[in-house]
C-alpha cells in the first residue's frame, strides 16, 4: 500500500521518509508547499525511486489534496507540514494561521471525504468489495497522523512535573497557539465524525538536515564560520532534547499500535539548559575542527531574549514507553555527537541552504 507525508520535504518529515524507506517497500507520497523549510535536495538520495514521489503544493490546496488521495488510495496520512519557527512566528504570524490552522482545516476535510469512501471491512470480509479492493485500506485501518509540539502546554516552572498527555493547553507564542488550534481541529474531527486520528506531542528535535535557523545547527554553523553564538536572554531557559531518528521511530511506533482518537507525548527525558547546549556543541567543535586560537566558546554572545520566551520544557513519555514499547536509540551524548559529525561531513548541504542554491532544485524539477 501506499502512505502520504506532509512537509516531507522539511526537516523531521524528511529524516521520516528516509528512515520509513530505508525498511519498508511502501509508496510514499510527499506532499509539501518547498517554503523556505522545504529542501528537496535532502531527498537527493531518493531521485529515481519509484517508491517515492514529491509533489510540490500546499495542504490548503482541496482539490489537489482530494486528487491525490483519489489516485494513491493511502492506508495513512501523516501531517507534519507547518510553519514550525517561533522567532519567525513573532515576527510574521499570518502564514503560521494559514497553514498550520486552516490548511490542517482544509487537509482534514478533505481527508474525512477520502476516508469517508473507503469500504467497511465487513463487505470485504463477505467477498462483497469490488475486485481489486484486497490492496486497498479500509475506513477501519486508516489512520490520519497528526504531528504536534510539546509547546502547545505552555512554559513550566523550575520544580513542575513534565507535560503528561492531561496536562492542560496553554500555547504563548503565535506558533504554539496556531498548533495548538490544529491539535483541538484534529481531536474534533475525530470526537464528530469518527476520522481515526492520532496525535504525537514532542519535544525539540535534533540532528541531520536541521534547517540553520533553530538553535543547534545555527550554532553549529555559525561557530564554523567565525560568527557569534547568540544567545537568547541569560540562556537558562531549559529544552527536552530528541535526535530526530528517535521521534520518527516514535512515529512508526504510534502508527502502527496507538490507540484511536489519543495523543501520546514523545521525549527522551533530556532536559537541559541552552547554554549547555551551546558549551557542548562548542567543546565537540573543540574536539573534532580545532580552530587556531582557542575555544569556540569565545564567540558564545548574550542578545536580547525572545519576547514571551518559555521557560522551560519538558515531556513525560510514559505513556508511550508502557502502552507501546518504544524508546529512544540515542542518548543526548550520543546523539549530539552524531549530529555535529553529519554537519562537519555535509558541508555542501549546508552551503547550499545558506546561498539559497537548494532553492534551483525546486525551481529545476518540481516548478
Ligand atoms: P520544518 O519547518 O523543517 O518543515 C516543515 C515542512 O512543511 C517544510 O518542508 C515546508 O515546505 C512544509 N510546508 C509548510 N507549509 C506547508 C503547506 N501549507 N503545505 C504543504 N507543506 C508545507 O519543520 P519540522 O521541524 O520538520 O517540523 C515538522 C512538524 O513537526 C511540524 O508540524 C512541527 O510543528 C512539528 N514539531 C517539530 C519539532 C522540532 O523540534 N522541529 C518538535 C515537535 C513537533
Ligand atoms: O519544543 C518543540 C519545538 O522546538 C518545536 O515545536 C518547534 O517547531 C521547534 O522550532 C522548537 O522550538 P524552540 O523555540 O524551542 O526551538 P529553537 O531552536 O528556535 O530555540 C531553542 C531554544 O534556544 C529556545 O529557548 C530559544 C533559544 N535560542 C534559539 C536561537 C535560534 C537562542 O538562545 N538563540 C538562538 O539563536
Not at 561557530?223 to 531549559?238: F, I, R, T
Not at 555535509?346 to 542554491?357: D, F, I, L, R
Given at each position: 500500500m501506499t502512505i502520504l507525508v506532509t512537509g516531507g520535504a522539511g526537516f523531521i518529515g524528511a529524516n521520516f521518509v528516509l528512515d520509513w524507506l530505508a525498511a519498508s517497500n511502501e509508496a510514499v507520497i510527499n506532499l509539501d508547499?518547498?517554503?523556505?523549510?522545504?529542501n528537496p535536495e535532502t531527498l537527493?538520495?531518493?531521485?529515481?525511486?519509484?517508491r517515492h514521489q514529491l509533489v510540490q503544493g500546499d495542504i490548503g490546496d482541496s482539490a489537489l489534496v482530494s486528487r491525490l488521495l483519489a489516485e494513491h488510495q493511502p492506508r495513512a496520512v501523516i501531517n507534519f507540514a507547518a510553519e514550525s519557527h517561533v522567532d519567525r512566528s513573532i515576527h510574521g504570524p499570518g502564514e503560521f494561521i494559514e497553514t498550520?490552522?486552516?490548511?490542517?482545516?482544509r487537509l482534514l476535510e478533505a481527508v474525512r471525504g477520502y476516508w469517508s469512501g473507503l469500504a467497511d471491512a465487513d463487505i470485504r470480509a463477505q467477498g462483497l468489495a469490488p475486485t481489486g479492493a484486497a490492496d486497498k485500506p479500509t475506513k477501519a485501518g486508516f489512520r490520519f497522523l497528526h504531528v504536534s509540539t510539546d509547546e502547545v502546554y505552555g512554559s513550566l516552572g523550575k520544580d513542575d512535573p513534565?507535560?503528561?498527555?492531561?496536562?492542560?493547553?496553554e500555547p504563548n507564542s503565535p506558533y504554539s497557539a496556531s498548533k495548538a488550534?490544529?491539535?483541538?481541529?484534529?481531536?474534533?474531527?475525530?470526537?464528530?465524525?469518527?476520522?481515526p486520528v492520532l496525535t504525537t506531542n514532542c519535544s525539540n528535535n535534533y540532528g541531520p538536515y536541521h534547517f540553520p535557523e533553530k538553535l543547534?545547527?545555527?550554532?553549529?554553523?555559525?561557530?564554523?564560520?567565525?560568527?557569534?553564538?547568540?544567545?537568547?536572554?541569560?540562556?537558562?531557559?531549559?529544552?527536552?532534547?530528541?535526535?530526530?531518528?528517535?521521534?520518527?521511530?516514535a512515529i512508526r511506533t504510534v502508527l502502527a499500535g496507538g490507540r484511536l482518537g489519543e495523543t501520546y507525548n514523545v521525549g527522551g527525558w533530556n532536559e537541559k539548559p541552552n547554554i549547555e547546549i551551546v558549551q557542548t556543541v562548542c567543546k565537540l567543535l573543540d574536539e573534532m575542527r580545532p580552530k587556531a586560537g582557542g575555544s569556540y566558546a569565545s564567540q558564545i554572545t548574550y542578545v536580547t531574549d525572545r519576547p514571551g520566551h518559555d521557560r522551560r520544557y519538558a515531556i513525560d513519555a510514559r505513556k508511550l514507553e508502557a502502552e507501546l514499547g518504544w524508546k529512544p536509540a540515542e542518548t543526548f551524548e550520543t546523539g549530539i555527537r552524531k549530529t555535529v559529525a553529519w554537519y562537519l561531513a555535509n558541508p555542501e548541504w549546508v552551503a547550499?541552504?545558506?546561498?539559497g542554491a537548494y532553492r534551483e532544485w525546486v525551481n529545476k524539477q518540481y516548478a
Amino acid at each position: 500500500m501506499t502512505i502520504l507525508v506532509t512537509g516531507g520535504a522539511g526537516f523531521i518529515g524528511a529524516n521520516f521518509v528516509l528512515d520509513w524507506l530505508a525498511a519498508s517497500n511502501e509508496a510514499v507520497i510527499n506532499l509539501d508547499k518547498l517554503t523556505y523549510a522545504g529542501n528537496p535536495e535532502t531527498l537527493a538520495s531518493l531521485q529515481g525511486d519509484a517508491r517515492h514521489q514529491l509533489v510540490q503544493g500546499d495542504i490548503g490546496d482541496s482539490a489537489l489534496v482530494s486528487r491525490l488521495l483519489a489516485e494513491h488510495q493511502p492506508r495513512a496520512v501523516i501531517n507534519f507540514a507547518a510553519e514550525s519557527h517561533v522567532d519567525r512566528s513573532i515576527h510574521g504570524p499570518g502564514e503560521f494561521i494559514e497553514t498550520n490552522i486552516v490548511g490542517t482545516f482544509r487537509l482534514l476535510e478533505a481527508v474525512r471525504g477520502y476516508w469517508s469512501g473507503l469500504a467497511d471491512a465487513d463487505i470485504r470480509a463477505q467477498g462483497l468489495a469490488p475486485t481489486g479492493a484486497a490492496d486497498k485500506p479500509t475506513k477501519a485501518g486508516f489512520r490520519f497522523l497528526h504531528v504536534s509540539t510539546d509547546e502547545v502546554y505552555g512554559s513550566l516552572g523550575k520544580d513542575d512535573p513534565a507535560f503528561a498527555e492531561t496536562h492542560r493547553y496553554e500555547p504563548n507564542s503565535p506558533y504554539s497557539a496556531s498548533k495548538a488550534a490544529s491539535d483541538h481541529l484534529v481531536r474534533a474531527w475525530h470526537h464528530t465524525y469518527g476520522l481515526p486520528v492520532l496525535t504525537t506531542n514532542c519535544s525539540n528535535n535534533y540532528g541531520p538536515y536541521h534547517f540553520p535557523e533553530k538553535l543547534i545547527p545555527l550554532m553549529i554553523v555559525n561557530a564554523l564560520a567565525g560568527k557569534p553564538l547568540p544567545v537568547y536572554g541569560d540562556g537558562m531557559q531549559v529544552r527536552d532534547w530528541l535526535y530526530v531518528k528517535d521521534h520518527c521511530s516514535a512515529i512508526r511506533t504510534v502508527l502502527a499500535g496507538g490507540r484511536l482518537g489519543e495523543t501520546y507525548n514523545v521525549g527522551g527525558w533530556n532536559e537541559k539548559p541552552n547554554i549547555e547546549i551551546v558549551q557542548t556543541v562548542c567543546k565537540l567543535l573543540d574536539e573534532m575542527r580545532p580552530k587556531a586560537g582557542g575555544s569556540y566558546a569565545s564567540q558564545i554572545t548574550y542578545v536580547t531574549d525572545r519576547p514571551g520566551h518559555d521557560r522551560r520544557y519538558a515531556i513525560d513519555a510514559r505513556k508511550l514507553e508502557a502502552e507501546l514499547g518504544w524508546k529512544p536509540a540515542e542518548t543526548f551524548e550520543t546523539g549530539i555527537r552524531k549530529t555535529v559529525a553529519w554537519y562537519l561531513a555535509n558541508p555542501e548541504w549546508v552551503a547550499h541552504v545558506q546561498s539559497g542554491a537548494y532553492r534551483e532544485w525546486v525551481n529545476k524539477q518540481y516548478a
